[in-house]
Each structure stands twice: as structure tokens, then as C-alpha cells.
Nanobody, 122 residues
Framework: QLQLVESGGGLVQPGGSLRLSCAASGFPLDLYAMGWFRQAPGKEREGVSCITSSGSDTYYADSVKGRFTISRDNAKNTVYLQMNSLKPEDTAVYYC???????????????WGQGTQVTVSS
């Protein structure tokens, strides 16, 4: 079974940067498209970004376009989310997830990590 573990969250000031990592084990990650989702307190989980299994195509939510960059290193079985120009509204628990298809629909994702907290505050 594919297992996913996120890391890299923390407290950052507005305008700062963080890089989240999602390390996979159990199956080769290059079989899966990968997505990053987030859930803020009192809000539904939303899709932030996703990437094809090869890394050839990506998707970004409008709210993060131009600020976040998703990437993957299949040799290291790891997916990244580089987050720049962070805003307080980016505060959320961030989850990575794996799917056999390239989609932002979270019900298509079969495997999920436990999440990592990102807090943007001065």
C-alpha cells in the first residue's frame, strides 16, 4: 500500500516562503498523479495543485497561481510544493494525495498523507 508523509510545514510571516515535501513509500511514485490539498479551519478541503505522473503537466488553483510551484522527483519518490509570497489566507493543513488520474477532484485520490500545518502570521 502506498504511504505518504508530508513535512516542511510551520509558522512563517506574510510574504515568506515554505517548501512542503511529500515522501512516498510502498509503491513507485511514478505510477501516480499527485495533488496537494489544504483545509483551513471551518472550511472545506480544497485542491491547491496537482501534477501528472511524469511531471509534464501541472494545475494550480487561481488562489495560488504564480506563487506556488509543484514539482516531483520520481527517483526520490518525493513531491514538493514550493510556496512563495505566503498570505494569511494560506493558513491551513496541507495534504498530499495520490491518484491514478490527473485531476483536482479529491474523490479521485486513493491515498492521503496525514497533513502538515502551515500558519502564515506576523
Amino acid at each position: 500500500q502506498l504511504q505518504l508523509v508530508e513535512s516542511g510545514g510551520g509558522l512563517v510571516q506574510p510574504g515568506g516562503s515554505l517548501r512542503l515535501s511529500c515522501a512516498a513509500s510502498g509503491f513507485p511514485l511514478d505510477l501516480y498523479a499527485m495533488g496537494w490539498f489544504r483545509q483551513a479551519p471551518g472550511k472545506e478541503r480544497e485542491g491547491v495543485s496537482c501534477i501528472t505522473s511524469s511531471g509534464s503537466d501541472t494545475y494550480y488553483a487561481d488562489s495560488v497561481k504564480g506563487r506556488f510551484t509543484i514539482s516531483r522527483d520520481n527517483a526520490k519518490n518525493t513531491v514538493y510544493l514550493q510556496m512563495n509570497s505566503l498570505k494569511p489566507e494560506d493558513t491551513a493543513v496541507y495534504y498530499c494525495a495520490a491518484s491514478l488520474i490527473f485531476t483536482v477532484q479529491e474523490d479521485e485520490y486513493d491515498y492521503w498523507g496525514q497533513g502538515t500545518q502551515v500558519t502564515v502570521s506576523s
